[in-house]
């Protein structure tokens, strides 16, 4: 496709795959039909250099594409950085930044199909060889120059300071860099030789005199599974990236959990607890039986408690929102909520206040008077007992505390989470887990004999135990 002008008296030139021939050469074949030994260790070398300078390229895209649905929620392993770890300074600060999304794709997305490109380019061309070698990496070098412009001007931005700094955003652009020139030396021709065969290949398709058509049709071939291969990707990245909203930006929480007051919240020995009193880090959370979002939190805490095993106390606050118990509210939204506190509160007298707070999230809660019976009986509870704290005074004197507590601390919807005393405005488990991070790391620097900076209280259950 890509064809130079016609000029007899031109050399031949390696890699194009349209050597010039002479009368004598078409008897006794082509003196130069193959590129010379030497000429071929250079091709193979600098096709080595491109190859793994494209590595280097994916493994960067990748690792940042996994970070974002790490910030995201949608990966449910820790948060360490990486980038953080190995050069001291991270990489989430630009990745939550607006800039790092572009034309709808994250643009670490551009760079996985960008490099992925770039790598079926080159197996292409050396599986078909002269058939498209030449325009394969010609295509590829082109491609690197356009990559190189959208990446001059993002490292522009991060050194003049307009954008965070990334240390692996630096490298790929350096990587970006090194391929423009690698990629210039595999196509083993000067810049005014490929501006000429450019020009000849554009004006062949504008006029449409092909030499081959059958060879144009192979080039065609290959240019389309490329164009297939980024197709591919780009849809595959758009459905699965998350939204830009959803990223967290692990500074910025941590920064506005530091700005937040500390609130005054008493924990005593009737509070539904897990974990030791005396751990560094405390949850305190009002919750709703009733409640769709507070259903989905609740593993979460047991997911925390058990990975914070000793360091975090999960303390449980009722706030239901039924104007049977909470009259502060303008409209009943869960009309059970108040019943099902009670029921939590009569099997916490018995000790299994967490073995019926598990069943009540996963029951619907209908009409069915029995449902709590059920419930109290599955969660071995001695039934008549549970019958007569449910109906009991301090067992509603216990809830109603709970709400007026609620109400002091401005909680108007389930779950609100306070963490270390101080509001958590995301209580996503990825959040939670930079949030108790921090509070442990803090701990573990502080001098010894320093008083924890939190209410910490004994449990009427045995700490640290799921009932």
Known sequence: ??????????????????????????????????????????????????????????????????RIEVLAGQRAGRTTDACLALFGAGCDSLLTNPVSVQFGLP??????????????????????????????????????????????????????????????????????????????RLTGRPIPQLTQALMAGGRSLVTGQIADPILLRWKLVGLSTVALVAVVLYQWIFIEAP?????????????????????????????????????????????????????????????????????????????????????????????????????????????????????????????????????AEASGLDLQRFKRDSLDESTKAKVNADIELANRLNVSATPTVFLNRRPVSDGRLHSMRVLIDHLLRTAATAPSGVPQQRVAAASSEQPGVRH
């Open 243 to 375: 939204p830009q909203a959803l990223v967290m930006n692990p500074q910025q929480l941590l920064a506005e959990f530091q700005r937040t007051a500390e609130q005054d919240i008493p924990v005593g020995t009737g509070d539904p607890t897990l974990g030791p009193a005396n751990a560094p880090a405390q949850i305190v959370f009002f919750s709703d039986f009733q409640c769709p979002a507070c259903r989905r939190y609740s593993p979460q805490i047991h997911t925390l408690v058990e990975q914070y095993a000793g360091k975090l106390q999960i303390v449980y606050k009722h706030f239901p929102l039924n104007v049977a118990c909470n009259p502060t509210l303008e409209k009943d939204i869960h009309p059970r909520a108040c019943e099902a506190a009670y029921a939590a509160e009569a099997a916490r007298k018995q000790g299994k206040f967490w073995r019926l707070h598990d069943k009540l999230f996963a029951t619907d809660l209908q009409e069915d008077a029995t449902v709590f019976d059920s419930l």
């Open 107 to 184: 643009v670490a997305g551009w760079g996985l199909i960008y490099y992925a490109t770039l790598a079926v380019f080159l197996l292409l061309g050396r599986l078909l060889r002269e058939t498209f070698e030449f325009e394969a990496r010609f295509a590829a070098f082109l491609l690197s120059l356009a990559a190189l412009i959208g990446s001059g001007v993002l490292a522009g931005m991060m050194f003049r300071g307009l954008i965070p700094f990334c240390p692996l955003c630096a490298l790929a652009h350096v990587v970006n860099l090194a391929l423009v020139f690698s990629l210039l």
């Open 1 to 66: 496709m890509l064809n130079e002008p016609t000029d007899s008296r031109k050399q031949a030139l390696p890699f194009s795959g349209n050597e010039p021939r002479t009368g004598q050469e078409v008897c006794e074949g082509p003196a130069v039909s193959r590129p010379s030994f030497m000429v071929r260790v250079v091709a193979f070398r600098a096709q080595s250099i491109c190859f793994a300078l494209i590595a280097v390229g994916l493994a960067i895209s990748i690792y940042h594409l996994w």
